[in-house]
């Protein structure tokens, strides 16, 4: 699997754009983080998968990765009740000194 697969997009929403400004100093019991920022990425990529693809696409140091699934939800179409695809998400933080340019 190539790098470029592994994600499919960023999610620029309000809430994500707040936590990719924020970042946190170093603590007693904490290292030190710099924002996050969110990705929709493969149902099947791994968060080792994610991280090196997140690192070598926009050239940052990645802390941690957190991941879920989001579950479709039913909709209409027509007389038909559909639903909408599953995915996953995936928030990556990233070392304090780095940062990505998504707009």
Known sequence: MKIHDVIKRPL???KGTHQ?????????????R?????????AHATKPQIREAVEKIYGVHVVSVRTSKVHGKPRRVRFKMGRTSDWKKAVVVLDPNDHINLF
Do not use: A, K
């Open 20 to 32: 990719s400004q924020q970042s946190h100093e170093v603590t007693r019991t904490r290292p030190g």
């Open 12 to 14: 620029v929403t309000e």
């Open 34 to 42: 710099g924002g996050s920022y969110t990705f929709e990425v493969l």
